[in-house]
C-alpha cells in the first residue's frame, strides 16, 4: 500500500491524524459531560438540602413563640444555618440571635442556657467554634449597617448585645450562686473568643460603627449602643491588662473616630468615668511618649484621623486635670510630635498633589472628605488646647509669678515725649484707683534664671507646641492666638519669664541663639516667636483706649522695653547677615519679631507712647549705609526695605537717599500767569511758577466745597467723597488729582493738604497688610463714631436688645440708603456673638467699601508718578509730612545762616536789620510762614531731618532794589526776594504785610 505517490502518502496521514483528534475531542465531551452533570447533581443536591435546612430553620423559628427550646436544638439549628449561611440568610440569622440571646434570658433553666453547652465534655469545642462563627457574622454585619436609618438600628442593637452578652460573663445567670466556680473558666473562654474576633480584625469593625454613627453633626447612635460598642472596645485592652498591642489598637480605631471623647462625655457619662477609673488618659500618654510608637500611630493614621486622635487626647486632658498636671511633659511632647507629624504634610498654596483641609488647610495626603461634617466638632475639641482651663494648667510655672507689689515704686523720670503726656488726665486718675492697693513693677530685662533648669525646658517645651499648632492648624491659626491672649496676664508674665532668662536678660541670649543650631535654642525662639505672634494679635484687636487707658496686658512703659527689644533684635539679623541665608524656622522667626515690631511703630506713629528717639539706631552710621547701598550689598537693601525707621533723621541721611538713582518723570511742564488785569505776570518759569500753578490746582480741588473731597470731624483732614458720583467723571477727576500729588512729591513741593491717616495708609499699601486693623485708624475718619463703635464691644447686657443689624443706614443727598455689610446684613441682628464682626466690618465699610472706587482711581494716578516702594522707608505720618511738611516754627536763626546778600545789601545793613527784627518780633507764625511761601513757594518744611537751609537748596539770596517805594519783588525759581532800600522800618513792615497778605506785589521777576 505505500506503493503510492508522495501525495497519497500525505493523505494518508493527515487522515489517522484527523481522527485521532476526533477519538481525543469525543473523550473530553464525554469527560466534561460527566463533570458537568456531577456539578449539576451537586449543585441540585445542595439546592435542595440547602432548601430543607432552611425549612427545618424556617420551621425551628415558627414554634419558637409556643414552646422553650432548650440549648442543645438551638446549637443544631445554629450549625445547620451557619453551614448553608448566605446573605440571604440574615432574617434567620437575625432570628437565631434573638432565640440565643432569649435562651440567656430565662430563669433557673440551665438546660435552655446556650451557654450551657459550654460546659458539655462533648460540645465545648464544637460551641466555642459556633459562638465565634455567629460573633463573627454579626460583626459582618454590623459593618454594612447605618445606624441613622430606624431598622438598622434595631439590627445594631441586637448584633451588638450578642457581641456584649458572649465577650464577659458577668451577665450570665449560669454562673451565680453555686456557679462562681465556673466563673475562670468561663473567663478564659470569653478571653479566647475575644482574642478570635480581634485577630479577624474587631477593633476595625467597631471603628467603622462609630464612625458611621458619630462622624456627622448629630450622632444616631443612642447612649445604649454607645455605651456597648465602647464597652467591646475596652474588654480586649482590660482582659490583656492594657497591653502595648491593644492600646495601639484603641488609639488607632477607636480614639482616632472624631470626637469620640466628646459624644461619649455628652451621651454616656458612666462610659467617661470608666475612662478615668482605669488611669486611661496616662496610659495613652506614656505609650505616645515614646517616640517611635508616636510615629507608627501617627503613619498608621495619618493626617485627618491623626487631627481626630489629637482632639480626643486633648478633650480627655481638659476633663483630666490631675493627669494633665502631673504628665504635662509627656501631654506636651505627645500633641508636638503628632503636630509636627501633620505639618510635613501642610502646604502653602493648591497643587496637584494637595487636598483642602478645613482645620489644615491644604495638604499633601489624602484627606477623607467624610470627617467633614464632624470637623466642627474636632475644631472644638482642640479650642480646649488654648482654653482658659489648660493654659492655667500648663503655663502654671509662668502665670504663678507675681507682677505686682504692696508698696508703690517712685515714678520714673519724665521724658521729652512719653505716653503719659499723651493719656488723658481723666485716664490716669482711673488707672491710680483701679490699682491704688498694688501696682505692678515695670518689667524689664533682669537676667539670673539659669536656660537649662527644668523649668525653663518645660515652658520652652510648652511654647514649642502651641507654636506649632499655629503653623500646623492654618485655617484656625487666629482662634489660637486669640485663646492664647484671653488672659490678661499670660503674655506680660511670659515677657517677665523672658527678661529673666540668661545671666544678663533676654536680648543678649536671644540673639546668641540665632547663630547656634542646638535643641535648645531651637526652643528659646520658639518662646520668643510665640511671645510676638500672640502679642501682635493682641495689639492689634485693642483699641487706642485699651492700649493707652486701660492699658490692658501691657503697660506703656513696657511696650517701650519691647520695642527696643525687639528693634534691637530684627536689625542684628538685618545687619549681622543672618536674614540674607535665613530659611525655615529663623525665616519664620524673622517675620514674627518683625510683625510684632511694626505694629508697634504703626502704633506708635499714630498716637505715641515712646521717647523720640525710641526707634533709631545710633551707633549706624549713615554714611556706611549709603556707601552699601551704592555697592548693592544685601543687607544694606534688607535693612532699608524692612526697618528704614532706624535710620536717624537728623543728619544727611536723607538728603542721600534723594541723590539715589530713580527714574525720572519724563517732559517739563512750563506754566505762565495772567494777574488780575488780564496781563501776563512778568518772569521765566524755571520751576517756581510751576509750582505756585501746581499749589492753585491743588488748593482747588482738594477744596470740599467741590465734593471730591470731605473733611473729617474734628480735625478736618481729607478723604475722597463718596457722593462724588455727582462730578460725570469724577474717576478721572481723582486719577488726576493723584497725579498732581506725585508730581507735587517727586519734585519736592510741600502742598498744604492734611490727609486723613486711614486714607493714606490706603494710598501707601498697608491696607493689605496682615497687620493692619480697619477698626485702629477709625478715629481718623470720625472720633465719635468710634467711640460709639466701640462702646458695643464693652456692652455688659445682650447687644441684641439694642436693635442694630448688619447694615448701615446713611443719609445721601436727603434720601435714606440702607448699605448692607454682608449679604443679607440688614435682615440679621447683632448679637453678643457676632459684634466684634460687626465692629470690623462697619468700620472697613467706612473707610474702604463706601469710597473704593474714588481710592483705585486717585492711587493709580499716584502710583503713575510714585512708585510705592519709594514709600515703604516711610510710616504714614512721615508720608503726611513729605506731602504738606512740617507746621514746626520756621528757624529764623538757620534761614539767617543760610542767607546770601548782594547789590549794596549786607548782614549789618539797617533794612535787613529791620527785616529779621520784624519777622521775628512783628509777625505771627503763619505772617512768617506767608513771608516764606511768596518768597521760595515753601510753606512748610519738609520734616526729614534737613534744616530749612538745607531744603532751599543751601542758600537764601536778598537783593538790593530800586526805587525804594515799590512793594518786595521774588524769583521764587531761585530763592530770590528782591528787596527795595526802604528808608522807615515801619514802611517795610507795611509793604511786606501787605504783600503777603494781598498775595500780589510778590509778582515773579
Not at 72 to 89: G, M, T, V
Not at 166 to 195: H, Y
Not at 307 to 324: D, W
Not at 695 to 716: M, Q
Request: aromatic share 10%; proline share 4%; net charge positive.
Amino acid at each position: 500500500m505505500f506503493s503510492a505517490t508522495q501525495s497519497s502518502k500525505s493523505e494518508f496521514l493527515d487522515k489517522a491524524r484527523q481522527a485521532r483528534e476526533e477519538r481525543k475531542g469525543y473523550k473530553e465531551r464525554e469527560r466534561a459531560a460527566t463533570l458537568i452533570q456531577a456539578l449539576v447533581r451537586r449543585f441540585l443536591c445542595r439546592c435542595r438540602l440547602q432548601k430543607q435546612i432552611r425549612k427545618e430553620v424556617d420551621d425551628f423559628f415558627q414554634d419558637v413563640g409556643t414552646t422553650k427550646r432548650n440549648a442543645l436544638s438551638i446549637f443544631k439549628i445554629a450549625r445547620k444555618l451557619l453551614f448553608i449561611f448566605c446573605q440571604d440568610d440574615k432574617m434567620r440569622f437575625e432570628k437565631l440571635c434573638r432565640s440565643i440571646l432569649g435562651s440567656m434570658e430565662v430563669e433557673n433553666e440551665p438546660k435552655v442556657w446556650y451557654v450551657s453547652l459550654a460546659l458539655s465534655k462533648d460540645l465545648t469545642i464544637p460551641w466555642i467554634k459556633q459562638i465565634k462563627d455567629v460573633l463573627w457574622v454579626s460583626c459582618q454585619f454590623l459593618k454594612k449597617l447605618k445606624p441613622d436609618i430606624l431598622q438598622d438600628n434595631k439590627l445594631v442593637t441586637l448584633y451588638l448585645t450578642m457581641l456584649v452578652t458572649f465577650t464577659d460573663t458577668s451577665n450570665w445567670k449560669i454562673v451565680r450562686g453555686k456557679g462562681e466556680a465556673l466563673r475562670p473558666a468561663l473567663t478564659r473562654i470569653c478571653e479566647n473568643i475575644m482574642g478570635h474576633l480581634n485577630q479577624k480584625g474587631f477593633y476595625s469593625i467597631l471603628q467603622i460603627l462609630l464612625t458611621n454613627g458619630l462622624a456627622r453633626s448629630r450622632p444616631s447612635l443612642t447612649k445604649g449602643t454607645l455605651t456597648a460598642i465602647f464597652t467591646l472596645a475596652l474588654r480586649p485592652v482590660i482582659a490583656a491588662h492594657f497591653s502595648e498591642n491593644l492600646l495601639r489598637s484603641l488609639l488607632i480605631h477607636i480614639m482616632s473616630v472624631p470626637a469620640v471623647v466628646s459624644h461619649i462625655n455628652t451621651i454616656t457619662p458612666e462610659c467617661m468615668t470608666t475612662i478615668q477609673t482605669h488611669d486611661l488618659l496616662r496610659k495613652f500618654i506614656l505609650f505616645l511618649s515614646r517616640e517611635e510608637q508616636c510615629v507608627d500611630i501617627c503613619v498608621c493614621l495619618e493626617g485627618s484621623h491623626t487631627l481626630c486622635l489629637l482632639g480626643n487626647l486633648i478633650h480627655l486632658g481638659f476633663l483630666n486635670e490631675k493627669v494633665l498636671e502631673e504628665e504635662a511633659n509627656h501631654f506636651v511632647k505627645d500633641l508636638t510630635d503628632m503636630l509636627a507629624y501633620c505639618q510635613r504634610y501642610v502646604s502653602q498654596k493648591k497643587s496637584n498633589l494637595t487636598h483642602w483641609h478645613p482645620v489644615l488647610g491644604w495638604f499633601s495626603q489624602t484627606v477623607d472628605y467624610g470627617l467633614n461634617e464632624s470637623m466642627p466638632l474636632v475644631t472644638k475639641q482642640l479650642q480646649y488646647l488654648w482654653g482658659v482651663p489648660v493654659i492655667r494648667t500648663l503655663f502654671s510655672d509662668v502665670l504663678s509669678k507675681k507682677l505686682e507689689i504692696q508698696e508703690p515704686t517712685p515714678p520714673p523720670q519724665p521724658q521729652a515725649t512719653t505716653s503719659q503726656n499723651n493719656l488723658p488726665v481723666k485716664s490716669l486718675f482711673k488707672r491710680a484707683f483701679q490699682k491704688s492697693a498694688s501696682v505692678r513693677n515695670i518689667l524689664k530685662p533682669v537676667g539670673g534664671r539659669r536656660v537649662d533648669s527644668v523649668e525653663v525646658q518645660k515652658v520652652c517645651s510648652i511654647c514649642v507646641l502651641y507654636q506649632t499648632a499655629l503653623t500646623t492648624l492654618t485655617q484656625i491659626r487666629l482662634q489660637i492666638l486669640t485663646g492664647l491672649t484671653y488672659l490678661d496676664d499670660l503674655l506680660p508674665k511670659l515677657w517677665a519669664f523672658i527678661c529673666e532668662l540668661g545671666p544678663q536678660g533676654g536680648l543678649k541670649l536671644f540673639t546668641e541663639c540665632l547663630n547656634n543650631d542646638t535643641e535648645e535654642s531651637k526652643q528659646l525662639l520658639a518662646m520668643l516667636m510665640l511671645f510676638c505672634d500672640c502679642s501682635r494679635h493682641l495689639i492689634t484687636i485693642l483699641d487706642d483706649i485699651e492700649v493707652y487707658e486701660e492699658q490692658i496686658s501691657f503697660k506703656t512703659e513696657e511696650l517701650v522695653t519691647i520695642s527696643s527689644f525687639l528693634n534691637t533684635f530684627v536689625y542684628k539679623m538685618v545687619w549681622d547677615g543672618i536674614l540674607e541665608n535665613a530659611k525655615g524656622e529663623k525665616l519664620d522667626l524673622f517675620h514674627s519679631v518683625h510683625g510684632w515690631l511694626m505694629v508697634l511703630y504703626e502704633r506708635d506713629c499714630r498716637r505715641r507712647f515712646s521717647p523720640d528717639d525710641n526707634w533709631l539706631r545710633k551707633d549706624l552710621k549713615p554714611s556706611l549705609l549709603f556707601q552699601e547701598l551704592e555697592k548693592g550689598k544685601r543687607r544694606a537693601q534688607l535693612l532699608l526695605q524692612y526697618i528704614p525707621h532706624v535710620i536717624p533723621h537728623k543728619n544727611d541721611g536723607y538728603d542721600q537717599l534723594r541723590r539715589l538713582p530713580v527714574n525720572s518723570i519724563k517732559g517739563v511742564i512750563r506754566v505762565k500767569f495772567v494777574n488780575d488785569l488780564g496781563v501776563d505776570e512778568a518772569g521765566i518759569d524755571q520751576d517756581g511758577v510751576f509750582k505756585e500753578f501746581l499749589e492753585e490746582i491743588i488748593k482747588k480741588v482738594f477744596n470740599p466745597a467741590l465734593n471730591l473731597f470731605k473733611t473729617t470731624s474734628g480735625n478736618e483732614r481729607l478723604y475722597p467723597s463718596p457722593t462724588s458720583y455727582i462730578h460725570e467723571n469724577h474717576l478721572q477727576l481723582f486719577e488726576f488729582v493723584g497725579k498732581m500729588l506725585g508730581k507735587a512729591m517727586y519734585e519736592g513741593i510741600v502742598v498744604d493738604v492734611p490727609f486723613a491717616s486711614f486714607f493714606l495708609s490706603q494710598v501707601m499699601g498697608h491696607h493689605h497688610s496682615t497687620f493692619y486693623s480697619s477698626i485702629d485708624e477709625l478715629p481718623s475718619l470720625d472720633s465719635e463714631f468710634y467711640k460709639n463703635l466701640t462702646s458695643i464691644k464693652r456692652y455688659d447686657g445682650d447687644v441684641s436688645d439694642l436693635g442694630l443689624t448688619l447694615s448701615y443706614d446713611e443719609d445721601v443727598m436727603g434720601q435714606l440708603v440702607c448699605h448692607e455689610l454682608i449679604p443679607g446684613g440688614k435682615t440679621m441682628l447683632v448679637t453678643n456673638e457676632n459684634k466684634i464682626s460687626y465692629i470690623h466690618l462697619m468700620a472697613h465699610f467706612r473707610m474702604h467699601t463706601q469710597i473704593k472706587e474714588q481710592t483705585a482711581a486717585f492711587i493709580r494716578g499716584f502710583r503713575s508718578i510714585i512708585n510705592p516702594e519709594w514709600l515703604h522707608m516711610f510710616s504714614t505720618p512721615e508720608v503726611q509730612r513729605l506731602v504738606s511738611g512740617d507746621n514746626a516754627e520756621i528757624d529764623l536763626d538757620d534761614l539767617k545762616k543760610h542767607t546770601v546778600y548782594y547789590g549794596g545789601f549786607h548782614s549789618s545793613h539797617r533794612v535787613i536789620i529791620w527785616l529779621w527784627d520784624i519777622l521775628s518780633s512783628d509777625f505771627t507764625a503763619e505772617e512768617r510762614a506767608m513771608f516764606l511761601k511768596v518768597s521760595t513757594t515753601l510753606y512748610l518744611c519738609h520734616d526729614t531731618g534737613d534744616t530749612l537751609g538745607s531744603v532751599l537748596r543751601g542758600f537764601f539770596t536778598i537783593r538790593k532794589k530800586e526805587p525804594g517805594g515799590r512793594l518786595p519783588t521774588s524769583s521764587t525759581c531761585f530763592n530770590l526776594l528782591k528787596l527795595p532800600n526802604y528808608s522807615k522800618k515801619s514802611i517795610l513792615r507795611d509793604k511786606l504785610r501787605y504783600a503777603i497778605s494781598m498775595n500780589t506785589g510778590f509778582e515773579l521777576s
